[in-house]
C-alpha cells in the first residue's frame, strides 16, 4: 500500500521561505515521478511542480517558477519543496502525489496515489 505523508507547512509572512517534504512508502520510490499540488479555498487544485524518476528533470507552474525549487532523495524515499519569496496567494493545502510512470505530468489526473496535504498560511 502506498502511503505519501507531507509535513513542513505553517505560517510565514509575505517574502519568508518554507520547505515541505513528502515521505514516501509502499512503492519502489526510485521508478516514479512525483508531483506537488495546491489547492485553496474556493479553487480548483492546481499544479505546482514535478520531478521525474531520476531528479534529472523538473517542471514548474509559471506562478512559481524561480521562487520553488522541486528535489528529491531516492536513497530517503523523500520529494522537498523549497518555497521562497512566499505571496498570499501562496496560501493553499499542498499535497504531494506519485504516478506509476517515470516521467513527468502536470495534470492531476495522471497521478494515482495522493498525500493528506499541508497547509501553507502566507501572511501579508
Known amino acids: 500500500q502506498v502511503q505519501l505523508v507531507e509535513s513542513g507547512g505553517g505560517l510565514v509572512q509575505a517574502g519568508g521561505s518554507l520547505r515541505l517534504s513528502c515521505a514516501a512508502s509502499?512503492?519502489?520510490?526510485?521508478?516514479?515521478?512525483m508531483g506537488w499540488f495546491r489547492q485553496a479555498p474556493g479553487k480548483e487544485r492546481e499544479f505546482v511542480a514535478a520531478i521525474n524518476w531520476s531528479g534529472g528533470s523538473t517542471y514548474y507552474a509559471d506562478s512559481v517558477k524561480g521562487r520553488f525549487t522541486i528535489s528529491r532523495d531516492n536513497a530517503k524515499n523523500t520529494v522537498d519543496l523549497q518555497m521562497n519569496s512566499l505571496k498570499p496567494e501562496d496560501t493553499a493545502i499542498y499535497y504531494c502525489?506519485?504516478?506509476?510512470?517515470?516521467?513527468?505530468?502536470?495534470?492531476?489526473?495522471?497521478?494515482?496515489?495522493w498525500g493528506q496535504g499541508t497547509q501553507v498560511t502566507v501572511s501579508s
Open positions: 502525489a506519485t504516478r506509476g510512470r517515470s516521467g513527468i505530468r502536470w495534470d492531476s489526473s495522471d497521478y494515482d496515489y
Open positions: 509502499g512503492r519502489t520510490f526510485s521508478n516514479y515521478a
